[in-house]
């Protein structure tokens, strides 16, 4: 691509203006995929996230919408085939051998009788056919662009890819881009030679076990960081171009669900991420695990609308348990995100396939209008938080279960945390010691894997503070700003602005048999008021889900719910 002086503008463009709105608000509606204006309206939506290429009608339906057009980098085939049908060939990923490779979740797809196979990003010609396609949506009318599959190449690195001409010139270039001692410790004396390909041919075949994989490579590391760089540099000429064809700055999001590794590699060059998000659907009971997605984003200045997995859809499908979805649209609005109106639904196993959920607009709708109808209950609150959370990007790479697992353990022990995430030579992001010095008490677990400019900014501004290594020295060194009693699990995440706060309550007390959560009664918070920012002279009331709002006495920082369905929020204004 040409890099013309107007490109360079609409890229600076791009990055000076990337914190100047939030592409999102807390109380916004997304919808994945596009829907009638009827079903728009019975949701109150806001947000088309996921809209494919807009036409006329469509843009109608949703007129009053933020409509997001959407280009996909591997759910495309069929497309990038009718346009290229000659040569497709040269844009496609290649695994060790030179073998064209299939995206997994796309197997039962083809088209014209050829797989649905994986393309690489930095191969021209397939990078020309995206440019296109974000040209064309822009210009068909969208709003603002969303990314599918925003990795390109890099996504498909647990694979083994790609090992395709281009990419492999493109590492002797990031070789030659090292200083001469990281050349030396990855003992590479002649980065403008040096074939990665016939260096991983050569490995395995030395390993007469035949047990050896791409990704046991000791520069396999290296490659990966060098992917990563390149699917980042991709979206951010993407990104650059859509502002250009617009004549103005474009949002931009991404589906890049935070619990996967490496999604994180390009969030400078995205606004938002859309994105698809484990739940656990088949243990019927609701997880803690999204908390760590949200937390994640919420350390980047992103907001994220998440959705399920497609395996979770299949199961929500198949059972009929539409109780746990409601759930999780409640945990992520409760814990300052969002969840996408599940009205049109991907699921996927490997024994159906691809196939799709209609969710019950009756059971769901009324969620969404409750956040709607109380949009000054999520909008500009943030996070109160018991204790941060010190996390390594290249920690998290290395073990993201033990990660998830530890937030999700402070979660499930009502204990509000942030996420302060210091980067790598994936993620550009450093720590600051004012995020550090708001904290009282940091979880520091793995101090060895900062960066050293991190680990001397930890160093300098700790010194005041409680400092824990895990989850029981996490519960005993901390007093949350609220604490639940209560006869079943419940859910505590407080939230405020200044002179005000919400605290959340959700009910974690599902019954797979009967698709719903048991009431509660006498849920009693004991809420330290100072840590909330809030008066002790506050109005305090009680909001649910699915009742009226009333007025409750707080005694020496102690309310008592009057009883708990799904969902509600304790309101602490100031009096009038």
Known sequence: MKRTGYYYAALFLQVALSSTAAALEKSDVVFMYQADARTYSEYGATVVAWGGTPRPETLEAAKGLKFFGSVGMVTEFSRYYERLPTNYTEGLCRDIDGQPVKVPWLTDHQHRGIPYWWCCSQQP????????????????????????????????????????????????????????????ELRVESPG???????????????????????????????????????????????ALANQVAGQRVPMGANAGLLWTGHLSDYKAIDLFSAETDHHASARRFSDLPVFAYRLAEAVG???AATASGGDWAFVKENNAHGLVRGWIALAYASGQLFMAPHRQWCYTPEKGTHWYNGPTELYAPLYKFVREHSDLFDGYETVSDLAVVLPHRAYMRAPNRWQDL????????????????????????????????EKVLLVVDRSALLDTDRKVLEAHSKDKVLVADVNQ????????????????????????????????LNYDYDAASDSVREMSSVRLTIDLGRLGVSPQCAVSWVPFG???????????????????LWGMLVLKPKT
């Open 302 to 304: 992103r907001p994220y």
């Open 407 to 438: 937030c999700a353990k402070l979660a499930a022990a009502n204990l509000s945390f942030r996420i302060l995430l210091a980067g790598d030579d994936i993620v550009d992001l450093r720590l600051k010691a004012e995020d550090i010095q708001r």
């Open 125 to 184: 010609i397939f990078r020309q056919y995206l440019r296109e396609r974000v040209e064309e949506t822009i210009k068909a009318g969208a709003h603002g662009l969303h990314i599918d599959d925003h990795l390109g190449t890099a996504g498909g690195l647990w694979l083994g890819i790609c090992f395709c001409d281009r990419c492999v010139e493109g590492f002797k270039e990031h070789l030659k881009s090292l200083p001469p001692q990281r050349l030396e």
């Open 474 to 505: 996490a519960t005993s060194a901390v007093q949350p700003a609220v604490r639940a009693e209560s006869p079943a699990p419940v859910r505590v995440l407080p939230r405020a602005r200044s002179g005000q706060a919400v605290i959340h309550v």
């Open 193 to 239: 030679d040096f074939n990665f390909r016939e260096q991983m041919r050569q490995w395995i075949k030395a390993d007469k076990t035949g047990q050896r994989k791409p990704q046991q490579h000791p520069l396999w590391p290296e490659w990966t960081v060098y992917q990563y760089h390149a699917a980042a540099s991709f979206m951010e000429e993407l990104h």
């Open 547 to 565: 009742g009226r709002e009333e007025p409750l006495k707080i005694d020496n920082g102690r309310v008592v719910l009057p009883k708990l369905d």
